[in-house]
């Protein structure tokens, strides 16, 4: 079977759906979240959308009060699951191309959600319908399942499998080729600080400061609000020559009765933390530099000292790494100070698939002048090198791009982790930048293609 020929016979159709699917803004709205719509209506609308073009393709259907859906084909007991999500970060500021325009130009389709993981799902989705267009025999049933709050707490997957079979096998298509076999534990954690400075000269009064979206996301985009000071032009050349030394961009302005200051990074998703540039950690850093009132000055003395320079969790006494997967990362994805209200920060942690997060959870409880006031934990996933599931993607990968199909550990989370026996698979390629979760986020269509070849050969044989 040729399964690029068959492909490229719709590679039109494929192309123009995909960009359809890409305008759709699905990101979580707690504004406009109904019965029906758990996580707004734009994540509705996306899940909907995919749903009634299954039905309409004649696959069997189901929506699970809009939380998570499924398209289905086959017969027989055992399920082969291609878990996808339809929900996509915020876009974010910086963008060249419209986030929601689904821009072709060099060969590269630009969205949110092109590579994650909105692109890879309409790849999936047309990976089934040409399997089923064929009419190839089947012995198993194939289940694209939909999640719709991956990006956030997975509360799609809870309520899915508290209603629905599991799949004995599958894979995610939200990751890299070849094979993600590992993928570290995720913990989200909420700190509440106590930090008082009383060794400071008062000149700024720190009124708010805040950064980042989410816990998943590198912040591109830090804000710090201070009291009216004397001498303006003095503060603005002192941020100026750290802007210069740092080789950030930011501005300060005054606004009413107080100086405003902002300040721009790169963002990154959070299980590379290094490929961005956190604007909060700056910011921090620059306001520790100035005397600041004995709160406001703790509490940025506090983030500079547990978190610049170190993403690996060495300040905070959690570092630790394996051979399988790599070393522990954090990421300070978000920061509130409200002078007279809270002061919390926002980690997200990925650790080494041997490590335990109680022990990370005991030693952030220890962290002196702070409070562990949230801790969530997703275990590591781990699946042996030799399992049918394995061997049969390396066969499919090898054979469709001719490359060895290595095993690859990620501390990035899919929904394959949701699976006894699931693997991320694809779409990024080797040598791709992985831009999901940045400004300008594309796919190169060569890529979606390719993906839909290798899908398609993969959801036969795994269910022939």
């Known amino acids: 079977m040729n399964w690029m020929k068959e492909v490229l016979k719709r590679k039109d159709e494929i192309i123009a759906e995909t960009q359809t699917f890409l305008k759709i803004k699905s990101v979580l709205d707690d504004a406009t979240k109904e019965e029906g719509a758990p996580f707004g209506a734009g994540i509705k609308k996306a899940l909907e959308h995919l749903l009634h073009k299954g039905e309409k393709d004649g696959f069997q259907t189901k929506n699970l009060e809009g939380y998570a859906g499924h398209i289905e084909m086959g017969e027989g007991h055992e399920i082969v699951g291609v878990l996808c999500h339809v929900d996509v970060v915020p876009e974010g500021d910086g963008w060249k191309f419209d986030p929601y325009g689904a821009v072709i130009q060099d060969g590269k389709l630009y969205a949110r959600g092109a590579l994650d ?14 399997v089923k267009e064929l009419g190839l025999p089947l012995s198993k049933r194939v289940r694209m399942i939909i999640g719709t709050d991956e990006e956030s707490d997975w509360r799609c997957v809870d309520h899915y ?54 816990f998943n996301m590198v912040p591109d985009f830090a804000k710090a609000v201070i009291g009216k000071c004397a001498d303006l032009s003095e503060l603005q050349n002192i941020f100026k020559q750290f802007l210069q030394r740092e080789h950030l961009n930011g501005r300060i302005y005054e606004q009413q009765s107080d100086v405003v200051i902002e300040l721009e990074g790169i963002s ?55 051979e399988v997967s790599g070393e522990l990362t954090v990421n300070i994805g978000i920061i509130s100070y409200e002078r007279e209200g809270e002061k919390t920060v926002g980690l997200n942690i990925r650790y080494p ?23 969530s934990d997703s275990a590591p996933h781990y699946v042996q090198k030799d399992h049918p599931l394995i061997r049969t993607l390396q066969n499919v990968y090898e054979e469709q791009t001719g490359q060895k ?60």
């Open 268 to 322: 990154a998703h959070a299980m590379e933390p290094e490929n961005g540039r956190n604007a909060g950690i700056y910011l921090a850093a620059f306001l520790s530099t100035l005397p600041l009132d004995q709160r406001g000055k703790g509490f940025v003395n506090w983030i500079s000292r547990y978190f610049s320079g170190d993403i690996r969790g060495k300040k905070l006494n959690i570092a630790a790494q394996d």
């Open 405 to 464: 199909a290595e095993l690859i550990a990620i501390g990035g989370g899919t929904y394959a982790r949701s699976l006894k026996a699931g693997v991320a698979f694809g779409p990024l390629f080797p040598g791709r930048s992985d831009v999901a979760h940045q400004k300008d986020e594309y796919i190169y269509i060569d890529d979606l293609l390719k993906a839909t070849a290798i899908y398609a050969q993969a959801i036969y044989e795994l269910a022939k």
């Open 353 to 375: 698939v041997t490590e335990k997060g109680a022990n990370i959870q005991r030693k952030l409880a220890q962290l002196p002048d702070s409070e562990l006031v949230r801790f």
């Open 161 to 214: 499998f508290k209603h629905e079979e599991m799949p004995d096998i599958g894979f995610a298509p939200d990751a890299d080729f070849p094979i993600i076999y590992a993928e570290k534990g995720i913990i989200d954690v909420v700190l509440k600080i106590d930090s008082v400075c009383e060794n400071t000269e008062e000149t700024y009064s720190l009124k708010t400061f805040s950064s980042g979206r989410r």
């Open 117 to 130: 993981d909105k692109g890879p799902t309409m790849a999936a989705y047309y990976a089934m319908k040409i």
